[in-house]
């Protein structure tokens, strides 16, 4: 499968623990996104990447998330001290590079997404 | 900042009739406009998108779009719907300028149920 895939699937924590996600992008996308789903919303940004570089993270993105893609491959999202709000799907997506324009007509790949679930 | 406003929550047709789901933006600049469709148990995928050009767009299975600049609409038609069309649609907007182009604003989706 050469899709976006994400790992875990779905989690399941106490509210104060912290959890991590996965995002593996399609291999020859540079700009990998993070999205937040809650029941009877569309997905909402939270930030991305172009390779390595961190360019935008939206005013969602409270001091306890943070977000890497060390060698701009893979990204996790590191939720700490998880509250109950933190409750939604977390969806990643992939797209190819460019630039003005021809970056913002590029289809955005989306994986399957994690659930989280916060007890 | 922008927004995407889907009026119709939930639709729920028979096979055969037809389909118009809304979608407006706010935005008065150059923008980019794309509707995904998630079905049942499965991930989002696009359906078509506007880039530039026609105005009328068609996507996979059936599908096309129409930009109306004036309207700031995106409106999703399909002219006979089967059961298989029952998933969840979500309109998006892409817009900005500089770094933040590239990320998505989606409206709140609509539930599209068929009935055979």
């Known amino acids: 499968d050469t899709g976006v895939s994400q790992d875990p699937r779905h989690k399941i924590t106490k509210r104060g623990q912290n959890v991590t996600f996965r995002c593996d992008p399609i291999s020859e996308h540079n700009r990998l996104y993070w999205y937040r789903q809650t029941l009877g919303q569309g997905p909402e940004f939270l930030t991305y990447f172009q390779n390595e570089a961190q360019l935008e993270k939206s005013r969602l993105l409270s001091d306890r998330f943070s977000a890497e893609r060390p060698k701009g491959s893979f990204s996790t999202l590191e939720i700490q001290r998880t509250e109950q709000g933190d409750s939604a799907m977390y969806l990643c997506?992939?797209?190819?590079?460019?630039?003005?324009?021809?970056?913002?007509?590029?289809?955005?790949?989306f994986g399957p997404g994690t659930r989280l679930t916060v007890t | 900042a922008q927004s995407v406003s889907q009026h119709n929550h939930h639709v729920i047709l028979s096979e055969a009739a037809s389909l118009e789901l809304g979608c407006n933006y706010s935005y008065g600049g150059t923008v980019n406009l794309f509707w995904y469709v998630q079905y049942p148990g499965q991930h989002l995928q696009l359906l078509l998108k506007?880039?530039?050009?026609?105005?009328l767009v068609k996507g996979i299975k059936g599908f096309e779009a129409e930009f109306i600049k004036s309207k700031f609409s995106f409106n999703l038609r399909k002219p006979s719907v089967q059961w298989s069309d029952t998933a969840e649609y979500f309109c998006a907007v892409n817009a900005g300028r500089g770094s933040t182009l590239g990320r998505l604003y989606f409206g709140r989706g609509t539930q599209l149920t068929v009935w055979p």
């Open positions: 506007y880039f530039s050009g026609d105005p």
């Open positions: 997506a992939s797209s190819p590079g460019g630039s003005g324009r021809a970056l913002a007509g590029n289809e955005q790949y």
